[in-house]
């Protein structure tokens, strides 16, 4: 499975970045942006999607829950829209694979924002919303298959830490201000009984905005250099590699199964602070939804800082030293924090413990990207990096879910979240100390 040195084939040496790779990298961050909003603007709004489309009757745990579990729905089918997608684009360019995928992200996710509640349309309400769950599955994990690639494969090797960073604590910190955002201006403008009412469901519209923008930025984006140079260099007589199969081929299985396992501990860290938030501040500590939504813009806006300073420091130190000073953060202060909040204290002091545990979510996290990216060949990586990408966050998103069905209450949701979080951190320490370093590998995989 050899192949021609990556870099020095399809990629100049400069250090500076090139309007080319600007592009490749905007599209990436645009993508995960994207991907990012259509997944998540679910747990932003989840007490209004539960009363919408679950019964009343069933209590409002029960409707949170279920929300929830239609939020993991999602995540469960996204590595099978990693499968197809990726090998799609491990065949006929990252390019092309990303077009599909994040129109398709856009439209079903557009389609929930207009499907009639369990009132209109009784148990056929919740059913629908689940499969269009399903379809946008498909497609946001198809999404993921390209845009780290299309990025990290065309970037010169300085820059590449700094990319993963970017795209993943930039591309989901936009999408979450970028979410509560609309919420506030939405709230403002139509007031809250309205917007709790039917307002709501235009945050779900609006995304297919965001795809057809990151469609027309795409046109402009050239096709990654390192797949380009791989299909060039292709002997005509060598058979095609089926990506799918490859990865859980008797020479890729353990590393697939290692790198499913360190994105999962990696990201629990995220549905613990980010993604469980909205839920904490507005039910448990009782906030208003406009205190909410400015707080957690606040948290993003940082994180996404702190994801660009360590996916670049990794490239200086390596990414297992940035893993496991960021694993010890996540171990000692997630769980921490969140005990001082249970004290129910002033509102600054609940801003800056939501703040620093999102910003040590957002360095754990930080090189991941490109740590998956470094573990495959061009060949299949597309499909390598999207399916452990997808299997780890679909276990990861699953979390939140956990948390609300394994709680006796409103108020048990805290010692829930302090319990997991130290858990989870201590295996991915384990997990991590074992890794193998992988700067510079992309060189020459």
């Known amino acids: 499975m050899s192949e021609p040195h990556v870099t020095a084939a399809a990629a100049p040496r400069a250090e500076r970045l090139s309007p080319a790779h600007r592009k490749a990298l905007g599209a990436a961050v645009l993508g995960w942006t ?49 499968l197809v997608f990726g090998s799609f684009a491990d065949r006929a360019g990252r390019r092309p694979a990303m077009v599909l995928a994040v129109i398709g992200a856009g439209v079903s996710t557009a389609l929930m924002g207009v499907l009639p509640g369990v009132e209109t349309l009784g148990i056929a309400a919740p059913v629908l919303l689940i499969a269009l769950r399903i379809v946008q599955g498909m497609f946001v994990g198809g999404i993921t298959a390209s845009t780290h690639t299309l990025a990290t494969e065309t970037l010169p090797e300085r820059w590449r830490g700094m990319a993963a960073g970017l795209i993943k604590g930039g ?9 509560n955002l609309l919420v506030i201006a939405l709230v403002a403008l139509l007031g809250q009984e309205a917007f709790a009412d ?5 945050l779900f519209v609006v995304a297919l905005a965001g795809s057809l923008v990151n469609y027309l930025v795409l046109r402009s984006v050239e096709e990654s250099p390192a797949w380009v140079a791989r299909h060039t260099a292709r002997d005509t007589a060598t058979p095609t590699v089926r990506p799918g199969r490859a990865l859980f081929s008797r020479r890729w299985r353990a590393v697939t199964l290692a790198s499913v396992a360190i994105v999962f501990t990696a990201s629990a860290p995220y549905y613990l602070t980010t993604g469980i938030l909205p839920t904490v ?27 660009v300073t360590c996916g670049h420091l990794s490239q200086r130190v390596g990414r297992r030293r940035v893993f496991l000073v960021s694993g010890v953060a996540c171990l000692v202060l997630i769980p ?22 999102v910003m040590a979510s957002g360095a754990i996290s930080a090189p991941l990207i490109i740590f998956v990216n ?28 956990v948390v609300t069905g394994v709680s006796a209450g409103v108020s048990s949701i ?5 319990v997991l979080s130290a858990a989870l951190s201590v295996v991915f320490l384990v997990l991590t100390a074992r890794a193998r370093e992988t700067r510079g590998a992309l060189n020459t995989a």
């Open 198 to 202: 039917w307002g709501w469901r235009v």
């Open 281 to 307: 501040y507005k039910q448990v500590l009782e906030m208003s939804q406009d205190a909410a939504s400015l707080f957690l813009i606040v948290n993003v806006v940082l994180s996404a800082a702190v994801a």
């Open 336 to 357: 921490g924090l969140y005990l001082v909040m249970s004290t129910r204290p002033a509102d600054w002091l609940l801003l800056v413990c939501g703040a620093v545990m």
């Open 34 to 82: 994207v991907d990012m909003y259509d997944l998540l603007v679910i747990l932003h709004v989840a007490s209004y999607v539960s009363a919408a489309f679950f019964p009343a009757e069933a209590g409002s745990l029960v409707g949170l829950t279920a929300t929830y579990a239609a939020f993991a729905v999602s995540l469960v089918v996204r590595p099978l829209g990693a």
């Open 171 to 179: 591309g989901a910190s936009l999408a979450v201000v970028v979410i």
């Open 374 to 401: 470094e573990l495959f060949p061009t060949e299949i990586r597309s499909t390598a990096t999207a399916f452990s990408w997808n299997v780890g966050y679909g276990l990861s998103g699953l979390l939140p879910t």
């Open 414 to 418: 805290i010692p829930t979240l302090i």
